[in-house]
């Protein structure tokens, strides 16, 4: 890495140019460039980040179908009408077999296409488990850097584990449908963790109401509140039950916590639709006023940090001839015992780290 | 320095008013299979929304799918627009019910290689590949 003035090739500096001066194809150009991860990226994004991060970045997750891009593309038209500049990155999932992918989240933002102020980039796994792209985060900081109001992404559909956009979002929308499950896949680890804001979309089938109770009733035994407003027996008074949950929910603000929100939509009406923008927006107010976007965003600056020393070592490990030839000169003394992958490991990080 | 993976990125567009897409899933699916990254953006396309999809996604292909014999307003017009939009090193390529006339005319108009009907998709999948080889851009 070279991070002297004159340090990117002819090329790149061109992007770059292009790229400050609020250049469409420069902006795509960029995030191919990172993307691949070709000759000098990192470089290209060091000139890059010199501004920002100012973006409100918002993330949408949840299970196949649950209609993630569709809530994305009414966000965004909603946004539009206050003139933001809004960026969207949709991610699918690549191949594990051809490594080819079929991104097709546009389908659901056709409306948007032609909006200047919308600009879409759909990427691809590229073998990434976490449920973005390998290098969706660096994208993100792509598009702040270019200066849109608001980025929206927008996983793969996830099951329970993929929890990568924690790292990359400032507020995380989890999208479930009524089919998504019942009260025990609501208590469970992972997903159901990492929720800013829950949306039960699809909210005009069976089972919606159910499931947002259900959501909320788990979220009360997070806060410790167990039982406490909830009747353990039929013929309660339902509005009287959920009004109380609200006012339990009102202690945690007073105490500084974020109480999340569970809201119910119909994304291809955009019903709900306003009242989840709302939920966006009043977490975006308590992020500021609480001192955790500062703390997500010194989080997020120490993980890049470690990511690119690790993915740099990673490098140097492997393309080093002295590590190349020790190894393979070993493979013959690993397999009569004399070796263990252990202690060849440890002579080549010996002699790397000299 | 670093240990890049270049993929191709191919939109599969759908312009004007014809609903037939068996075709363009059929080659989307091809092409995701030959490890290419397809961005398909569903049916019913105007030329200018292909055009901006293809520049937010900096697509290396734009292949379209003509079935309604429009081809020789909707190619050219693709074609001019991508020019405008300074992405003019992008690959115009497609299919459909296009006379071997019509293709002749096309390809004086700096349109690629179009396929008939009973292409197999190896054919396309090739072209795009040997077209990459020679046009990989920064």
């Known amino acids: 890495m070279s991070h002297e003035a004159g340090g990117l090739s002819p090329a790149l500096s061109s992007v770059l140019e292009r790229f400050l001066s609020g250049e469409v194809t420069a902006l ?12 000098g990226f990192e470089d290209l994004l060091h000139r890059v980040l010199t501004v920002g991060p100012s973006t409100c970045r918002v993330g949408f997750t949840g299970p196949p179908g649950a209609g993630k891009s569709t809530l994305v593309a009414g966000a965004a038209a909603s946004y539009r009408e206050h003139d933001e500049r809004i960026g969207v990155i949709a991610v699918d999932p690549t191949s594990p077999y051809s490594g080819g992918a079929l991104l097709g989240d546009r389908i659901r933002m056709n409306d948007l296409t032609t909006d200047p102020g919308i600009f879409i980039r759909s990427m691809a796994t590229r073998g990434s488990l976490g449920g ?14 270019f200066g849109f109001d608001r980025v929206l992404v927008e996983t793969v559909g996830v099951g329970q584990t993929e929890l990568a956009i924690t790292a990359a979002a400032d507020t995380v929308i989890v999208v479930l449908v009524p089919e998504s499950g019942d009260a025990i896949q609501a208590m469970k680890a992972g997903l159901m963790e990492i929720a800013d804001i829950f949306v039960v979309n699809k909210a005009d089938r069976p089972g919606a109401d159910r499931l947002a109770k259900q959501i909320r009733q788990a979220l009360h035994l997070k806060a410790g509140h167990a039982l406490k407003d909830i009747p353990a027996h039929h013929g309660v008074d339902l509005s009287n039950a959920l009004r109380k949950e609200r006012t339990t929910d009102a202690e945690a603000v007073e105490q500084g916590g974020w109480s999340i929100p569970v809201l119910s ?56 001839e002295f590590a190349t030839e020790l190894l393979e000169s070993a493979l013959d003394d690993i397999a009569e015992r004399v070796e263990t992958p252990y202690s060849v490991a440890r002579r080549i990080l010996d002699g790397l780290l000299r | ?102 293709m002749a005319a096309l390809d004086e108009q700096g349109i690629g290689k179009l396929f008939g009907p009973g292409t197999p998709t190896t054919a396309a999948i090739d072209y795009i590949r040997e077209w990459f080889s020679t046009h990989e851009a920064v």
Not at chain 1, 287 to 303: F, I, K, V, Y
Not at chain 2, 43 to 68: C, R
């Open chain 1, 132 to 145: 973005l792209a390998t290098t969706t985060k660096e994208v993100l900081d792509l598009m702040d850097a």
């Open chain 1, 28 to 39: 795509a150009r960029a995030i191919s460039i990172v993307e691949d991860e070709r000759d």
């Open chain 2, 1 to 102: 320095m670093s240990e890049s993976i270049r993929k191709i990125r191919v939109l599969v567009a759908k312009p004007g008013l014809d609903g037939h897409d068996r075709g363009a899933k059929v080659i989307a699916a091809a092409f995701r299979d030959a490890g290419f990254e397809v961005i398909y953006t569903g049916l019913h396309q105007t030329p200018e929304m292909i055009v901006s999809a293809a520049v937010q996604e900096d697509v290396d292909v734009v292949a379209m799918s003509v079935l309604s014999g429009a081809h020789l307003t909707l190619f050219p017009r693709v074609k001019a627009l991508l020019d405008d939009a300074g992405a003019d090193h992008v690959l115009l390529t497609g299919g459909g019910i296009i006379s071997e006339d019509d």
């Open chain 1, 265 to 320: 939509t119909v994304a291809h009406s955009g019903e709900g639709l306003p009242k989840l923008l709302e939920a966006v927006e009043a977490h975006r107010a308590w992020l500021q006023a609480s001192g955790q976007l500062e703390a997500c965003r010194r989080a997020r600056a120490r993980n890049r940090v470690q990511d690119v020393v690790e993915r740099e070592m990673r490098r140097v490990a492997r393309r080093s």
